[in-house]
């Protein structure tokens, strides 16, 4: 069974800086394509940022881009959000959710259908 869990979220002033982190385990193929969502009350679920399992491929949302930066390690099958110059805009329920066998298209990275297994999500919230 495919466990996915996030952690790392919490109360950070604007302008400040966190670190998400989510682990996968479980997979029939042994490998994972992650990625990260956002949600805040009333808005869908958007991608913030992706990469695949061998990290050359990688995506940013344009509203984080220079400030947020993904990284995973595959020996640890965990994946990295480093959020830096947060936004109150940034504020949400952050949501990590994996890919297992198979490639994904570049579009499906960036759509919450293309990914078969989510977290539980870690509260992000940015207010002084």
């Known amino acids: 069974q495919v466990q996915v869990v996030e952690s790392g979220g919490g109360l950070v002033q604007p302008g400040g800086s966190l670190r998400l982190s989510c682990v996968a385990s479980?997979?029939?193929?042994?490998?994972?394509?992650m990625g990260w969502f956002r949600q805040a009350p009333g808005i869908d679920r958007d991608v913030v940022s992706s990469v695949t399992w061998g990290g050359g491929n990688t995506y940013y949302a344009d509203s984080v881009k220079d400030r947020f930066t993904i990284s995973r390690e595959n020996a640890r099958n965990t994946v990295y959000l480093r959020m830096s110059s947060l936004e109150p805009e940034d504020t949400g329920v952050y949501y990590c959710?994996?890919?297992?066998?198979?490639?994904?298209?570049?579009?499906?990275?960036?759509?919450?259908?293309?990914?078969?297994?989510w977290g539980q999500g870690t509260q992000v919230t940015v207010s002084s």
């Open positions: 959710a994996v890919t297992v066998c198979g490639r994904r298209s570049d579009y499906e990275r960036q759509i919450p259908g293309g990914y078969d297994y």
């Open positions: 479980g997979s029939p193929c042994g490998r994972y394509g």
